[in-house]
């Protein structure tokens, strides 16, 4: 299992969500960013979610 961290951002730059979660693997952890978000009413604002690499795996600008 690693590590992932999903951010929000509303319009102004305020961090709206900064969690961290485990997944499988980096198709994992998408979904499970999605459903977060979803479930969050945030899927429409800026977000991210990056691996422990930092590698960019999920974004909405």
Do not use: Q, W
Not at 17 to 31: G, I, Q, S, V, Y
């Amino acid at each position: 299992m690693r590590n992932y961290t999903l951010t929000v951002f509303d319009r102004s730059g305020e961090k709206l969500l900064d969690e961290t979660f485990t997944a499988a693997n980096d198709e994992e952890a998408k979904e499970l960013g999605t459903a977060k978000l979803e479930k969050e009413g945030y899927l429409e604002y800026t977000h991210r979610c990056t691996t422990p690499d930092a590698k960019l795996i999920l974004f909405h600008r």
